[in-house]
């Protein structure tokens, strides 16, 4: 892809992908909402929290907070950014991984047990992330020869084909990423339970909106791993968007939180029976195909 | 009469071993002083002629009177057998006794057999590996003997139950400098392995510094594992003499130009893989290296970390191109995975910075030892890289690690909370370390990435990735949790002011500069030194075959790197107004620092403690099981190695 | 209308109430009523908060902990003052314990009387605390 090409891109996705990020997040709560026979919020409700947010005094427990938000917000946009660019997807979820380390770091920053236990949560849920999307780099590599986005566009046949156990493993990363019940062991999906929105106990306004905006911006990157998982089936993609959205609002609303050592073990149990033993299937039948 | 390169190659080892004589000599600190800063400086500017040297054309020298050195270097080895034996007899222990016998007896067979046949043509081959470890030894080696000399002035204030001999530990460090550079600089494997003994024994003496009951069984410990490593080695040469064959199989060159099928020399793979397995510490033989914590740190980041340990892997890539495409290359490759994995999750569990440091490194042997194992050039890269990136961030680690306990009296990560507010710039350079050990874009990233890119294309492939994909993700674990402990805000009175001797400052930041220019430097690493090591050794190999070293890529690396230096001139000259709010404790802090007061009056400081997974990652838990697995692998490595199995 | 008065997130404490008005604030955040209509959110956490909700006549033990959640408020924010007690002291005016009123320890925007004060009466309490919100987000502004 040119250069010029790759900055019209990327420019797109720095303005796109809040909108989209945010959007989501409105329908999810006013189907939330609908689901528990409320009327909820406006769909734009998001977008009004972020601004109240933006515009509200400067305070923090440690000042490295702020600095260490925006590097979470600035790498998640540069991880989404190499990604829609056609980049490369191991840097990509490198990105992401160091994204997510500051987010930890500014929870840590604070000193408080709320936002300690927070953050060693959001640690435990990174730890689970990275071997599946490590997984679904080397699931791309075998399939298409190359760790190049871009590249996978050129093969022929859909990655969903080839790599359906790692496309499941990912859908649960994906909830589990979102924080959604039932793994936000992070933050606690409510504000007034125990964990006390854990890892963002001790961010407020400014550095609030920022994670905020960070998190829109990792919804849109996550969903887009996954349509990459569909590349020459875009409407059948789009069906598997919004059954697995809807899929997911279900789960949210019928489960409670588990623990973090039940997320653990699901999660990996996933990966390893599901994920790597569809990459060890596709590399002992691979050479056939 | 000699060539500048041989001279040089003659200082790198005797000036070490003149250095140390008159170490353990001369009694006043001044005097310690002046010599230990005049031989660093010596061994320094000679390593960096002697590497660039080495860069602009590989060298190979040969000395004359070799014979009268081998000679000498036998009875040497003897010596070391010898000192073993004592030893183990004064403190009754058996099993290193038995052990330093077996060596004793293994050592004088091969000495009569070989008799009249160990004629090398090459006596120093200096090549672009070797050339790495040079630099390494060279400069790391002779920056923490610089930085021992504050540290153990400390030391003895704090450890007033250790009796001062400093003379013998400085001389103990030199000699062993001197040891390494045999290792990487000569070609016979007889002289390797005499400089492999003394290694072993520089590192018993060492842990055994401080000669509390703790230390003296932990250095039996050390020493009878690596005795294993040496019966290995000896075996392996032992077994060498007897295939035929027209080049000499006593060296490094020989063995690696042998013309008939590698398939003829996987018995004495096998077992120098096992000598590089013991040395190198890895799975079942990793509590040596745990154990070897208590000696001083400069102790464990010399030997332990960045390059006694370092000669072991530096073996295995040494002769990864036979490795490739033999069994015994793939279950090699096995085991240092394994161990990875294994030691990634042990390092979660454990609250004392030492042992964390260990553990890691451990985890880093396995990872390049694996990589050796499959012995491509990928992976020769991917293991190179590491290599370097490790060594130079684990020697910072580990140097930071040993200041800061002399300055807060703890070594333990729970007490490092506000680091950064209490003494900067240990603190900064320790973030410095850690990031260089697991965050992109910084060196150990890039090299965990050319390893996986190399495992892909690997026989098991699948397998491999699997095992770097959970293992990454422990790394992150145990690295993030501590680095989160540096950046908390503080909970407690500052410690009073605490000045830094001027020998300890130094090596800690220069070494700090050097993690930052290995990682901006890694694409010039690659192009100057790797690509043309492994164009000599693989007759098939073609440059910039690696998707990672693709100019976009670099680039974008280059980009990360760019935003991290503006987000840290963010940091430091960016706005902090606002108003600091204490930390949220349901309403009930009292004051600013976050504490309680109690219902009787009394003052509770609200603590929480990093999570330690042990009931996952505990030492009980996993290391019996995985010694089992490890056991495993190498008996079946072993078995491969005499049916002689190609792939 | 800004983003202020269209996202307010409230934090809710009892000061030693008898619990009947904080069992109406929880009926006010029931789908019955729901709130987040609004885009009203219960927050738990101070450093989230924009409107602060007290019930009960502060006593002596909690009077610190009133003082220090309402410090860890950023602003802009407004404090209403639920039910009688919170209001005054009601009939807990004169005891030995209590100060009487959540206004005797930190400003108090908005009273909502009621013993105990009704959903309906509590929502519109927090419709005039918005108007508040809004104005005192404008003063701010200003001063920048």
Not at chain 2, 442 to 456: P, R, V
Not at chain 3, 96 to 111: F, M
């Amino acid at each position: 892809m040119n250069v010029l090409l790759s900055i019209i891109v990327a420019i797109a996705f720095v303005l796109i992908a809040p909108l989209l990020g945010g959007l989501f997040m409105g329908c999810d709560r006013v189907l939330t909402a609908r689901m528990q026979s409320r009327v909820g919020p406006p769909i734009l409700q998001p977008f009004y929290d972020v601004a109240k947010l933006w515009h509200k005094e400067k305070a923090f427990n440690n000042p490295v907070e702020t600095i260490f938000t925006t590097a979470y917000l600035v790498l998640m946009v540069l991880s989404g950014v190499m990604f829609t660019t056609g980049g490369n997807i191991l840097l990509m979820v490198f990105a992401l991984a160091l994204a997510h380390t500051f987010l930890i770091l500014a929870a840590y920053a604070a000193n408080a047990p709320f936002s300690h236990i927070g953050a060693e949560r959001e640690l435990i849920s990174v730890m689970i992330t990275e071997p599946v999307l490590i997984l679904i780099a080397a699931g791309f590599y075998m399939v298409s020869g190359s760790f190049q986005v871009i590249d996978l566009f050129i093969v022929d046949g859909s990655g969903i084909i080839l790599l359906p156990g790692i496309f499941v493993a990912l859908c649960f990363v994906i909830l589990l990423r979102l924080r959604k019940s039932p793994y936000d062991i992070s933050t606690s999906e409510h504000a007034h339970q125990e964990l006390v929105k854990g890892v963002t106990t001790s961010f407020s306004g400014r550095n609030l909106a920022k994670v905020e905006i960070a998190h829109w911006f990792e919804l849109v990157i996550l969903v887009s791993l996954a349509i990459l998982f569909f590349t020459h089936l875009l409407v059948f993609s789009a069906i598997m968007i919004i059954v697995c959205f809807t899929l997911l609002l279900i789960i949210d609303n019928v489960f409670p939180r588990v623990t973090w050592k039940m997320t653990m073990k699901s999660i990996w149990l996933i990966t390893l029976f599901l994920g790597v033993l569809n990459l060890v299937l596709l590399g002992i039948f691979g050479v056939l195909l | 009469m000699y060539s500048p390169e041989l001279i040089a190659i003659l200082i790198l080892l005797l000036v070490p071993v003149c250095a140390a004589i008159l170490l353990a000599v001369c009694k006043p600190d001044i005097i310690r002083n002046i010599l230990v800063g005049i031989s660093s400086v010596i061994i320094i500017g000679t390593s960096l002629f002697l590497a660039w040297n080495a860069w602009l054309a590989p060298i190979s020298v040969t000395i004359e009177n070799a014979e009268w050195i081998s000679t000498l270097l036998f009875i040497v080895e003897l010596a070391i057998s010898l000192v073993i034996l004592g030893l183990s007899l004064k403190y009754r222990k058996v099993l290193p006794m038995i052990l330093a016998s077996v060596q004793l007896v293994l050592l004088i067979i091969l000495e009569v057999y070989s008799a009249g046949r160990t004629h090398v043509s090459q006596t120093f081959v200096v090549n672009d590996l070797s050339l790495v470890m040079i630099l390494i030894i060279g400069i790391i080696g002779t920056l923490i003997c610089v930085y021992a000399l504050g540290y153990m002035k400390d030391y003895h204030d704090h450890q007033t139950g250790v009796p001062n001999r400093k003379r013998y530990f400085f001389a103990l460090m030199f000699l062993f400098l001197s040891a390494m550079f045999g290792i990487v600089l000569s070609n016979s494997l007889m002289w390797i392995l005499c400089a492999w003994e003394i290694t072993t024994l520089c590192s018993f003496l060492l842990i055994g510094y401080s000669k509390t009951p703790e230390a003296v069984t932990n250095s039996f410990r050390a020493v009878w594992m690596n005795i294993i490593g040496g019966i290995a080695f000896t075996l392996a040469l032992i077994y060498l003499l007897y295939i035929p064959s027209p080049v000499n199989l006593l060296s490094v060159t020989g063995m690696l130009s042998y013309p008939g099928s590698p398939a003829g020399l996987t018995i004495p793979l096998a077992l120098i893989a096992l000598a590089g397995l013991t040395k190198a510490a890895q799975m079942p033989f990793s509590t040596w290296l745990t154990g070897a914590m208590v000696a001083p740190t400069p102790v464990s980041a010399l030997l332990h970390s960045s390059t006694m340990v370092k000669a072991g892997v530096y073996i295995l890539v040494l002769f990864a191109p036979l490795f490739a495409h033999t069994w015994v290359g793939v279950v090699l490759a096995l085991i240092g995975a394994f161990t990875f994995l294994a030691t990634s999750a042990l390092a979660i569990s454990q609250s004392n910075a030492k042992k964390v440091l260990a553990y890691s490194t451990i985890a880093n042997l396995g990872l390049i030892t694996a990589c050796a194992g499959i012995g491509t050039p990928e992976a020769v890269t991917a293991a190179i890289l590491l290599i370097i990136f490790h060594a130079v961030a684990k020697a910072l680690l580990f140097l930071c690690v040993g200041a800061v306990e002399h300055k807060i009296g703890s070594k333990d990560i729970e007490d490092m909370d506000g680091l950064l507010v209490r003494l900067p710039l240990l603190a900064t350079m320790m973030v410095i370390g850690i990031c260089g050990m697991y965050l992109a874009p910084f060196g150990m990233l890039i090299s965990k990435w050319a390893a996986l890119e190399a495992f892909l294309t690997a026989p098991l492939g699948v397998v491999f990735v699997s095992i770097l994909a959970f293992g990454s993700a422990f790394t992150i674990f145990f690295w993030t949790k501590w680095l989160g402990k540096l950046f908390m805000r503080m909970n407690k009175p500052p410690a009073e002011k605490v000045t830094l001797h001027f020998s300890e400052k130094l090596p800690v930041v220069v070494l700090g500069v050097l993690v930052i220019a290995c990682c901006i430097g890694f694409p010039a690493i690659v192009s100057g030194v790797i690509n043309p090591y492994l164009d000599t050794h693989y007759p098939f190999f073609i440059p910039g075959g690696m998707e990672l070293f693709s100019f976009d890529n670099v680039a974008m690396i280059g980009l990360m790197g760019f935003i991290i230096v503006l987000l840290v001139l963010g940091a430091l000259f960016g706005s902090k107004a606002g108003k600091t709010l204490p930390p949220y404790l349901s309403g009930c802090a009292v004051d600013r620092e976050g504490r309680f007061l109690g219902s009787l009056g009394v003052y509770k400081e609200a603590k929480t403690s990093n999570y330690y997974l042990e009931e996952y990652c505990g030492e009980a838990k996993l290391l019996k099981p995985s010694w089992v697995i490890s056991i495993i692998l190498i008996i079946i490595m072993l078995g491969i190695g005499i049916l002689g199995v190609m792939i | 209308m800004t983003s202020a008065s269209k996202s307010p997130w409230i934090l809710h404490y009892n000061a030693s109430s008898c619990n009947g008005c904080d069992i109406e604030i929880l009926a006010a955040l029931t789908p019955v009523y729901d709130v987040e209509r609004f885009g009203i959110i219960n927050t738990g956490n101070p450093a989230h908060t924009d409107i602060f909700l007290v019930t009960g006549g502060v006593n002596e033990q909690n009077k610190v902990v009133l003082k220090n959640l309402y410090d860890q408020i950023p602003e802009p924010k407004v404090v209403v003052a639920v039910g009688i007690c919170a209001s005054s002291g009601g009939v807990f005016r004169d005891c030995y314990n209590i100060s009487g009123g959540v206004d005797t320890i930190i400003p108090v925007d908005v009273y909502v009387p009621g013993c105990s004060v009704r959903p309906e009466a509590l929502i519109e309490g927090i419709v005039k605390a918005l108007g508040i919100l809004e104005q005192k987000r404008a003063a701010m502004e200003e001063r920048k």
